[in-house]
C-alpha cells in the first residue's frame, strides 16, 4: 500500500513541475513572460505585389538643413502609378495631393475620408518594420538640433525591408513631394487618427487603395533628411504628433540586441 501511495505521489510531482515548466499561468512565468509575449505579439506580414507602373522620376530636391552638415535629398522619387477604381475614388475624395499631405499633418482627417476606410478599428499598432531595431524615441530626444522635437520613432532596418501598416485604413497620401521626408505614405485610419511611413526607398501603394494591418506599404530607404536607412514614423491624432510606443505591440523587448541600436539620426 505504501509503495502504491509513493508511487502516485511521485506521478503527481512529475506532472506538476512539467505544468509548470510549459504553462505561462504558473509559478515559471516570471522565467517565461518575455518569451511569451514576443510570440503573442508577433502578427503576419500580409505582402504586397511590388509596382510594375512608376509614376515619372523627378529631379532630385536637395537642401541644406540648419544644424546639419551637408544636403539632404527628397528623391529618388519612387511611387507607384495610380490606377483603377482606387484612382478614382482617390480624385473624388480629393486625395495623393501635397495639400492633402500638409492637411493631415497640421489637421484631423476629414469625415469622409475617415468614413471611406472599409476596415477595422484597433487599440493598439502593429510595430511597422518586423526586423527594425528602435532607433530614437518621441519627444526631445535629437543629437543635433536638440531645440526641436522629434514628432515621431525611428526604427533602424537594412535598406529594402518591408514596411507594414500598422492597422486598416486608407492611403491618404504616396509621394516624395513634402521637403524632408522623402518617399513618404500617409494611412487615414477607422478611429480618426493618421499614420506616416518616410524615408521610403520604394512605395508600393497608391492614395485610394485600403490597407489591412500588416500589409505591406513599402520599402526601408533613406531617402529626405536622413543619414542611414530607416523608418521615421509618426502617429498624429487630430492633427497634433503622438507617441506610439505604448500603443506599439511586437516591438522588440527592452533586453533585445533589436532595441538597443544607435541610429544617429
Not at 113 to 135: I, K, N, Q, Y
Not at 197 to 209: E, M, T
Amino acid at each position: 500500500m505504501r509503495r502504491k501511495v509513493g508511487r502516485w505521489l511521485t506521478r503527481c510531482a512529475a506532472v506538476f513541475i512539467a505544468a509548470s515548466l510549459t504553462s505561462p499561468t504558473s509559478f515559471g512565468s516570471s522565467l517565461m513572460g518575455e518569451a511569451a509575449a514576443s510570440a503573442d505579439d508577433r502578427e503576419p506580414t500580409i505582402e504586397t505585389p511590388r509596382p510594375a507602373q512608376w509614376m515619372p522620376t523627378t529631379r532630385m530636391k536637395c537642401q541644406r538643413v540648419k544644424g546639419l552638415k551637408g544636403k539632404m535629398c527628397d528623391g529618388p522619387r519612387r511611387t507607384p502609378e495610380p490606377y483603377g477604381e482606387d484612382a478614382f475614388i482617390a480624385q473624388d475624395l480629393g486625395l495623393g495631393t501635397l495639400q492633402t499631405a500638409h492637411a493631415l499633418l497640421r489637421s484631423a482627417p476629414r469625415p469622409d475620408w475617415v468614413e471611406a476606410v472599409t476596415g477595422r478599428r484597433s487599440s493598439t499598432m502593429l510595430w511597422p518594420v518586423e526586423s527594425g531595431s528602435f532607433g530614437r524615441g518621441f519627444g526631445f530626444t535629437r543629437k543635433e538640433r536638440k531645440a526641436l522635437q522629434h514628432d515621431g520613432i525611428d526604427i533602424g532596418a537594412e535598406p529594402g525591408q518591408p514596411v507594414r501598416s500598422v492597422n486598416d485604413g486608407i492611403v491618404a497620401y504616396s509621394d516624395n513631394q513634402v521637403n524632408g521626408y522623402g518617399n513618404m505614405i500617409v494611412v487615414v485610419h477607422k478611429d480618426q487618427s493618421a499614420s506616416f511611413y518616410c524615408h521610403h526607398r520604394a512605395n508600393y501603394v497608391f492614395a485610394g487603395q485600403q490597407v489591412k494591418r500588416g500589409q505591406v506599404v513599402g520599402e526601408v530607404g533613406t531617402t529626405g533628411i536622413s543619414r542611414g536607412p530607416h523608418l521615421h514614423f509618426e502617429w498624429h491624432v487630430n492633427g497634433r504628433p503622438k507617441d506610439p510606443m505604448p500603443r506599439m505591440v511586437g516591438k522588440p523587448k527592452r533586453n533585445s540586441p533589436l532595441a538597443s541600436a544607435d541610429y544617429w539620426l
